[in-house]
């Protein structure tokens, strides 16, 4: 990946996990993780992923990610880093020739556009929210076989697997 790409995935990741109400204590939470920018470039980035401010639980204004009104944080965040290492993806589950993948916060459209473009033939195609991936399965494939054709794309899907 390049530089500005991994920069902005720590981005999403850190404005997902912590509760920073200032371009400051972006700049800082970045530079923990190995990211030394400008602010002028932290508010291209910010711009650029459509970075809001909202209200949290406690009542001061944190950044948010696009649709994300009641943003649910993790209670003991792990470093932006640790957590790129899984693509985003969170569950699966099934009802006749649909599949609802779950992801974490903006991270579906992302996924979406990598099944989408790689020819997978157990799916024909897939439309995409924020955190939620809807797919379009060939008949009378199994699940299984969707399982293995997607973990070429997805590693950690034969792990975190809820199928109903």
Same mark, same amino acid.
């Given at each position: 990946?390049?530089?500005?790409?991994?920069?902005?995935?720590?981005?999403?990741?850190?404005?997902?996990? +912590?509760?920073?109400?200032? &371009?400051?204590?972006?700049?800082?939470? #970045?530079?923990?993780?190995? @990211?030394?920018?400008? &602010?002028?470039?932290?508010?291209?980035?910010?711009?650029?992923?459509?970075?809001?401010?909202?209200?949290? +639980?406690?009542?001061?204004?944190?950044?948010?990610?696009?649709?994300?009104?009641?943003?649910?944080?993790?209670?003991?965040?792990?470093?932006?880093? *640790? +957590?790129? &290492?899984?693509?985003?993806?969170?569950?699966?589950?099934?009802?006749? &020739?649909?599949?609802? +993948?779950?992801?974490?916060?903006?991270?579906?459209?992302? =996924?979406?556009?990598? #099944? *989408?473009?790689?020819?997978?033939?157990?799916?024909?195609?897939?439309?995409?929210?924020?955190?939620?991936? @809807?797919?379009?399965?060939?008949?009378?494939?199994?699940?299984?076989?969707?399982?293995?054709? #997607?973990?070429?794309?997805?590693?950690? =899907?034969?792990?975190?697997? *809820?199928?109903?």
């Amino acid at each position: 990946m390049k530089v500005k790409t991994n920069r902005l995935e720590t981005l999403k990741m850190l404005i997902s996990s +912590m509760e920073l109400s200032s &371009q400051e204590e972006v700049l800082k939470a #970045l530079e923990k993780e190995g @990211f030394k920018l400008t &602010q002028a470039t932290l508010s291209r980035d910010l711009k650029q992923l459509k970075v809001a401010k909202a209200a949290s +639980m406690n009542g001061k204004y944190v950044y948010v990610l696009p649709n994300e009104t009641m943003y649910k944080r993790i209670s003991a965040p792990r470093r932006a880093s *640790d +957590m790129l &290492q899984r693509s985003g993806y969170l569950s699966i589950r099934f009802s006749g &020739q649909l599949a609802v +993948m779950k992801t974490r916060p903006g991270y579906a459209s992302a =996924i979406a556009y990598d #099944l *989408d473009n790689s020819d997978i033939p157990e799916i024909l195609g897939s439309i995409a929210g924020d955190d939620t991936i @809807f797919l379009a399965t060939k008949e009378g494939c199994t699940r299984e076989e969707i399982i293995i054709s #997607l973990s070429y794309i997805i590693p950690e =899907i034969g792990d975190i697997t *809820d199928s109903e």
